[in-house]
């Protein structure tokens, strides 16, 4: 089994960089999430996928910030021209969308991005 | 836009005291949920709680919703050092964006 994966893990990139967020999501599950949490906050939403449609996005995810999941399997994250406050992890979940007893969403490991 | 708060954000305990957490949220909400994070790792879900009055438990923990107050709480019984982590409650609307709390860290001391 496989749960929500994130690669990679851990990125320290200088200012002003790109980078790029994998994720791969629990195999059966439709929707996918992306989230940022900070040291001692809990997760903020950014956006989420229902297959390959883009469905909400929070005012949080600048211009600078673009996920996709072209076919509705694995999605990216890409940070453009990152800044010191994108220091954070970036979570990524999964869910099963249905109706009846509460689509719990799985949460990956994270991506730590330190920006320098 | 809808808040979610929990108190204490900081909870230091003895093994073997019981304790409760509490988590507010501001407007109507469909679900809320319970999770778990050991620091540096994930989330690990705990509980979903869908209606008014409904009540889960877990070992140790176990969790409630009063849809009325818009009041959960998480209660620990007989607290180990095991269930030293975060724990975090989270509220949906319309079944898609999950809102979390800040987060209630909690201490075991032996």
């Known amino acids: 089994d496989t749960g929500v994966s994130q690669d990679p893990r851990h990125k320290i990139t200088k200012r002003g960089q790109n980078v790029t967020f994998r994720c791969d999501p629990i195999s059966e599950h439709n929707r996918l999430y992306w989230y940022r949490q900070t040291l001692g906050q809990g997760p903020e939403f950014l956006t989420y996928f229902q297959n390959e449609a883009q469905l909400e996005k929070s005012r949080l995810l600048s211009d600078r910030f673009s996920a996709e999941r072209p076919k509705g399997s694995f999605s990216t994250l890409e940070i453009q021209r990152t800044e010191q406050g994108d220091s954070a992890m970036y979570l990524c979940a999964s869910s099963l969308a249905r109706t009846d007893s509460g689509n719990t969403i799985y949460f990956g490991e994270g991506s730590w991005l330190t920006v320098v | ?110």
Not at chain 2, 52 to 67: C, F, H, I, P, Y
Not at chain 2, 89 to 95: L, M, N, P, Q
């Open chain 2, 1 to 110: 836009e809808l808040k979610v708060e929990q108190n204490p954000l900081f909870l230091s305990m003895q093994e073997g005291k019981n304790y409760t957490i509490y988590c507010n949220y501001s407007t109507t909400s469909d679900r809320l949920y319970w999770y778990r994070q050991d620091p540096g790792k994930s989330l690990e879900s705990l509980f979903v709680l869908l209606s008014n009055g409904a009540v889960k438990q877990e070992g140790r923990l176990m969790a409630s919703l009063d849809t009325k107050a818009r009041l959960s709480t998480l209660h620990i019984t007989a607290a180990v050092h095991d269930l030293s982590a975060t724990y975090f409650c989270a509220v949906t609307r319309a079944g898609n964006q999950f809102y979390f709390g800040t987060g209630t860290s909690l201490t075991v001391i032996p």
